[in-house]
């Protein structure tokens, strides 16, 4: 029997110790080094609110959804570029039960920062399966970290990131994978990885939005016959090519990162109801998102999702180059299944993405088809 933990104020445990028994990183990676690293006070991982890092100072996406960059000036960004060369991050996402039906054909990231006009440093984009379980030590094991490619992107310049470049708000962009993945089977990551010379950033100060500390909506992880897994939620990738825990290896923030997947999922006509079990599904946090139908529209199609709490939804239609040409609010949903139906009739043929945001901020896009 699984016994589920949930993260809590009372009874902190120190994990910079596990990371000892993997192969450590080129450079430090626990919260206590760190801060030497960056001759920054113990409190090092406190958000910004103001422009003293050099990237961006926070925004907030909708009342109840925080949204930051992390960062420290002489350290860089926490989720991009910094002095300890970390160069890849991504989110995990869990399908239903050895999903056949779900495939992802692009990502969804707001990046923050600051880029040199004649940068050349690319990122590209990636999702990845998730690995067998890793161990920590004999008692203790991440539930799994980034394994094979499944797809990529072209590679992005830094310049196109929907970075405002302190003149124009940071903007989230769409990405498209070359080509869309195959049908997921395990819960999966997205992400992106950045090479770079950590003796060249060379004035490129950017990195990845996340919520902040402590809005993570998922738990640490359960025990069963008195071993203990843990839930890998994000990862970070150090220079000798091995992923860390975001949260129990490298920075101890408990958040999730501002990256998630455009999927498409092969939903057949569910308008007499029902439920979900077993329907294909992408869950993130508090948000299971089905599919729409019907796919391809033309008047209206429906939109199902499930959510295990309370809370707003948003659902913004876009168009391929990421122009938002409808907004929908629904605020305080309950738990279970909802259906919210979008007219589709005024929109010209063709290709749509749709993004779902809950209060809490759990993100997760679609595509659909307009046809007249």
Do not use: C
């Not at 907030?60 to 960004?77: K, M, P």
Request: glycine share 10%.
């Amino acid at each position: 029997m699984k016994k589920f933990i949930l993260l809590t104020l009372a009874g902190a445990i120190s994990f910079g110790s596990f990371a000892q028994n993997r192969v450590a990183p080129k450079a430090p990676q626990t919260k206590s080094t760190l801060t030497q690293k960056t001759a920054v006070s113990s409190n090092a991982m406190l958000q910004r609110t103001t422009n003293t890092f050099d990237t961006a100072s926070i925004n907030y996406i909708q009342s109840t959804d925080t949204v930051t960059l992390y960062g420290e000036s002489g350290f860089g960004a926490y989720y991009g570029l910094n002095v300890l060369g970390l160069n890849g991050y991504a989110e995990r996402f869990d399908v239903a039960n050895s999903d056949t039906s779900v495939s992802v054909l692009g990502v969804v990231a707001r990046f923050g920062g600051m880029y040199n006009t004649a940068s050349t440093k690319t990122v590209t984009f990636r999702v990845w399966n998730q690995s067998a379980p890793v161990a920590i030590d004999a008692n203790n094991s991440l539930i799994g970290l980034p394994d094979n490619v499944m797809g990529s992107s072209n590679a992005i310049s830094v310049k196109n990131l929907g970075m405002g470049n302190g003149a124009a708000p940071d903007t989230a962009k769409i990405y498209a994978l070359t080509t869309p993945t195959a049908y997921m089977t395990t819960p999966f990551f997205v992400g992106y990885e950045v090479p770079y010379d950590t003796l060249q950033i060379s004035g490129d100060t950017l990195g990845l939005y996340s919520t902040i500390d402590g809005e993570r909506h998922t738990g640490l992880g359960y025990v069963s016959n008195g071993d203990t897994t843990y839930i890998t939620q994000n990862v970070i990738k150090a220079p000798n090519n091995q992923w860390y825990d975001n949260y129990l290896e490298v920075y101890n923030i408990y958040n999730h990162l501002y990256i998630y997947p455009v999927v498409s999922i092969q939903m057949a006509d569910t308008t007499g109801g029902g439920g979900t079990t077993g329907v294909p599904s992408v869950t993130k946090g508090n948000l299971t998102f089905f599919g729409n139908y019907p796919n391809p529209a033309v008047n209206n199609t429906n939109i199902k999702f499930s959510l295990k709490n309370t809370t707003d939804i948003t659902i913004q239609i876009l168009d391929m180059n990421g122009r938002v040409l409808n907004t929908i609010n629904q605020s305080k949903l309950g738990a279970g299944d909802h259906v919210i139906n979008v007219e589709t009739s005024s929109l010209a043929a063709g290709n749509y993405i749709y993004t779902m945001t809950t209060g809490g901020g759990d993100r997760l896009a679609s595509q659909m088809s307009v046809v007249k």
